[in-house]
């Protein structure tokens, strides 16, 4: 899965805020959860549009893209 097919960046939808493709749920949001402690289900109970195929794979690649020189 492509970045592309995970986030959308329109600025009809929250303003050009990227977010998981198809829901309105920024991706900074689990970002943020993961930062105030909340678990990785806690986040996916919070937003149920998200799949943990998608959150798993936003971290995969945020992951890959800060640690590849």
Do not use: H, W
């Amino acid at each position: 899965m492509k970045t592309s097919e995970l986030i959308t960046v329109d600025p009809e939808i929250l303003g050009g805020t990227p977010v998981f493709k198809g829901t309105r749920v920024p991706v900074k949001t689990l970002f943020e959860y993961l930062e105030d402690n909340y678990t990785l289900d806690e986040f996916l109970e919070c937003f149920p549009a998200v799949s943990r195929d998608m959150a798993c794979r936003v971290l995969e690649e945020s992951e890959a893209a800060l640690l590849t020189p």
